[in-house]
């Protein structure tokens, strides 16, 4: 075990390392990016250089303190604290590691970090070795984005500060034969006419509770803001915001979401929302009275700029509507619509998602009836495009999002599809509004997951991680989850004790002995998922054919053996989700539900002859494996979704939506619903749905996954708007 003094920060003179490399990463410090296997990773700024440091001190402490005065000694102003644990939770989650059975970065509490495992270094003449004596500075200050992704030259940056005065005057040199040679670029470039690089923002954050944000919209006269939140794990609902003075007031209206503002004040909300956000459409006269229920089914709106119509997006049949005025189909497809927003010409911008996919398209609907793709693919394995607004011109579109290997930031886009970048910022960027003025509304926005274990025996400790969403659990403890970047898979065991790496793809299911995990990978976001099987122990791959699916979103194994998956997908005609079984030995998926059915839950019953889902009408039902109508259950109290089978032939329910759902197990033949427990995290502050719930072999222990988002509202005052 190596010491834990904290290291000098003195240079020591060693030559120049040019790469770092562990594991099956690489570190190239000359051209500040991150590789793995190959691939250039989406981490940029500060967490690049929390990661130089750790590696130059490998298997030695380096303290908090250090850490702050390397990297944040310019005398800017910061949440030291905050800011040092997002590089963190950033760096981990690039390297798909966690703070409790670490891989790469060992958390020394109160004290600082360690980084674990062996490190190679290849210095400036090529040679390559165990790390030297450390020295911890880094060799750059690592930009926030990659140059490459920038509009225009790159504004100059100061290098890390310096740890000695000998240092400062190289540095100064340094800075200026840089500034010097940007100067020449700089003239260079604009010489050729080309647009130059917006000013810098200026942010001003406006709430700083800790919560979930949902929406958000300026009032007529951008003088106050109205948006939904859910507040220290408390209810949402939504609230008014002074801008001037900060002052916050809730509405009174429990239980909803701000969908929209009009001109004259008037407030679309969304009343009783399920997870994925879809409720009772509902008007309230500016920031006061009862609010007047108009439509179900609805998840999103806008109002057309004279205040007179409401374009919204509903889920009807398995299927995404956008409606424009309401009542009127203009656009339906499966998959997902985000943020519809109405331009002065009356068109209606919109964001299109395949269903349960990262990657997304900015579509615009015209009045000819024509609908125009104006950015394509965009958040393959990142943010995709979901929050936007139209510019104050009417001539571009602003939105969140990120191209590939890209972070997340604020864009723009010509109707004739011209991106520029507006904004970059460490952490992901929620586009909520903009003002007449010019001035944005963004939510700086905090996603993690995390797995709870606890047991129904009251001696049982709990226990939790953080990483990847879990996914599933084998009758040996294994448990199945994502990993880097969701799209490759691991196991742990359950206790935490070990952590295996599986291979690249997205985890479906896991088989009841723990041998097999079925996995999907795509080629690219418009490509069809295809499945494999990869072992957890020795053995190879296995392609399991699986056409004509396009995309399948959940997978439950068969027990007793069978070489059989029940899966939940959709086909490349674009019709609505459907429940499939394929034999994994051979054949072709076949279908056991019609069309319409829910894409994320399925439990497959202890006898294998009935799958257990969410119908077209939103309700739970029995689907027969050799076919047949499905089945109802008497009595079924709505909201409710199933999330496995009891050995008593009970099905497990839990609600919807809640940040504390009850465990219940349900007879399917009289519907009598007997409680088990509350799946309650211990922390519940941005847990708005518990969505995955798995239980042991014996029922004693329970196993839950859930998602916490947390955010901040900020007020951009100087984007350059046009």
Same mark, same amino acid.
């Given at each position: ?10 240079p ?8 770092f490399?562990?594991?099956t990463f690489?570190?190239?410090?000359e051209?500040?990016?991150?590789r ?10 500060q967490?690049?250089?929390v ?6 001190a ?11 005065d390397t990297l ?8 030291f604290?905050?800011s040092?644990n ?6 981990r989650?690039?390297?798909g590691?966690?703070a ?8 020394i ?7 674990l495992?062996?490190v ?5 003449a090529?040679?390559t070795?165990?790390?030297?004596a450390a020295?911890?500075v ?7 984005t990659?140059?490459s ?16 005065r ?10 200026l034969?840089?500034?010097?040679g940007m100067?020449i670029?700089?003239?260079a470039y ?5 647009t130059r690089r917006?000013?810098?923002?200026q942010?001003?954050?406006?709430t700083s509770?800790?919560g979930l ?6 009032s007529?006269?951008a ?11 408390g209810?949402?609902?939504p ?11 809730p509405?009174g209206i ?6 929209a503002v009009?001109?004259?004040g008037?407030v679309?909300l969304?009343?009783h929302?399920?997870?994925h ?5 509902a ?6 009275g009862a609010p007047?229920q108009?439509?179900e ?6 109002w057309s700029?004279?205040g007179?119509?409401?374009a ?6 398995g ?5 424009f005025?309401?009542g009127?189909?203009v ?21 299109k998602h ?7 398209d900015?579509?615009?609907?015209e009045?000819?009836?024509n609908?125009?793709?104006?950015v ?5 394995k990142g943010a ?5 607004a139209?510019?104050?011109s009417?001539e571009e579109?602003?939105?969140t ?9 604020l864009?723009a886009?010509?109707?004739s599809g011209v991106?520029?970048?507006i904004l ?10 903009l ?12 996603a ?11 001696d049982?400790p709990r226990q ?6 879990l ?5 040996d403890g294994w ?18 004790s070990r952590?295996v790496h599986?291979?690249a ?6 088989s009841?002995?723990?041998q097999?995990?079925?996995v ?5 976001p418009s490509h069809p998922?295809r $499945? ?6 020795k053995g ?8 004509? /699916?396009h =995309?399948v @979103? #959940? ?11 029940a ?5 490349r ?6 429940f ?6 051979g054949?072709?998926?076949r ?12 439990a497959v019953s202890?006898?294998?002859q009935?799958?257990?889902?969410i ?22 109290p709505?909201?409710?979704v199933?999330?496995g089978w009891?050995?008593?032939w009970g ?11 009850v465990?219940?197990r ?9 409680p088990?427990?509350? $799946?309650?995290?211990?922390d519940?502050?941005?847990?708005r749905?518990?969505r995955r719930?798995l239980?042991? /072999?014996? =029922?004693r @222990? #329970?196993?839950f996954?859930?998602s916490?988002f947390t955010g ?6 100087s984007?350059?708007?046009p």
């Open positions: 075990m190596s010491s834990e003094r904290p290291l000098q920060l003195v020591r003179g060693q030559p120049a390392v040019r790469r490399r562990f594991g690489e570190l190239d410090v051209l500040g990016e991150l793995r296997t190959g691939v250039r990773l989406p981490l940029h700024g967490p690049l250089q990661l130089e440091l750790l590696l130059r490998t298997g030695e402490l380096v303290s908090r303190e250090q850490l702050r944040w000694s310019d005398g800017r102003i910061v949440e604290d905050d040092l997002n590089c963190v939770r950033r760096l989650q690039a390297l590691d966690d409790t059975t670490p891989t790469f970065i060992e958390t509490p109160r004290r600082g970090y360690r980084f495992g062996e190679t270094a290849e210095t400036g090529g040679a070795g165990e790390l030297p020295q911890l880094p060799q750059h200050r690592y930009p926030s990659p140059e992704a920038l509009p225009g030259p790159l504004a100059a940056t100061d290098g890390p500060m310096p740890l000695s000998r240092w400062r005057r190289w540095q100064r040199l340094a800075l034969a840089g500034l010097l100067g670029l700089a003239i604009l010489a050729a006419g080309r917006p000013a810098e923002a942010l001003r954050q406006l509770r800790r944000i949902f929406g958000g919209r300026f007529p006269g003088d106050r803001v109205i948006f939904s939140a859910a507040w220290d794990g209810p949402t609902q609230y008014v915001l002074s801008v001037a003075s900060g002052e916050m007031r509405l429990p239980d909803s979401r701000v969908l009009s001109r004259t008037e679309a969304v009343l929302p399920n997870s956000g879809v409720g009772v459409l008007i309230i006269p500016d920031v006061g007047r108009l439509l089914n609805v998840y999103a709106a806008d700029p004279d007179n119509r409401l919204v997006v509903r889920y009807v049949g299927k995404s509507r956008l409606e005025p309401i009127t189909v656009y339906e497809s499966d998959g997902q619509f985000f943020s519809p927003r109405v331009s002065k010409r009356g068109e209606v911008a919109f964001a395949p269903a349960n996919a990262m990657a997304g900015l579509l615009v609907w009045p000819s009836g609908v125009r793709t104006v394509e693919g965009w958040g393959y995709g495009v979901v929050y936007l139209w510019a104050p009417g579109i602003w939105f999002g990120s191209r590939e290997n890209e972070e997340n930031a864009w886009v010509t109707r991106v520029r970048s970059r910022r460490e952490g992901s960027l929620w586009l909520m509004d003002a007449p003025d010019g001035r944005t509304l963004l939510q700086e926005a905090d993690e997951s995390g797995t709870e274990v606890f047991g129904l025996d009251p049982r939790g991680w953080g990483g990847g969403p996914v599933d659990l084998s009758n448990v199945l989850t994502f990993g880097f970047a969701y799209t490759d898979s691991r196991l742990r065991k359950l206790d935490g952590k599986l291979g793809g997205m985890p479906l299911a896991l009841p002995d723990g097999w995990a079925l999907q990978r795509w080629e690219g998922g $499945l494999f099987l990869l072992p957890t122990g190879s791959e296995r392609p399991i054919p699986s056409e004509p /699916l =995309e @979103t #959940i997978a439950r194994w068969f027990r007793g053996g069978v070489a059989r998956v899966l939940a997908a959709r086909e005609d674009g019709s609505g989700h459907r499939y079984v394929l034999d994994l030995d054949g072709r998926p279908p056991v539900s019609p069309p319409g059915v829910g894409a994320s839950f399925l202890p006898d294998g009935w799958l257990a889902g119908d077209d009408q939103g309700q739970v039902a029995l689907f027969p494996v050799e076919g047949g109508e499905p089945r109802t259950i008497p009595g079924m709505a909201g409710l199933p999330v009891s050995r008593e099905l497990l329910v839990i609600p919807e939506v809640a940040s504390a759902p465990l219940s349900v007879d399917v033949r009289t519907g009598r619903l007997e088990i427990t509350t $799946l309650e995290p211990t519940p502050v941005g847990v749905s518990i719930v239980l042991t /072999l014996d =029922e @222990t #329970i196993v996954g859930y916490r901040l509202l900020n007020l951009v005052e984007p350059r708007a």
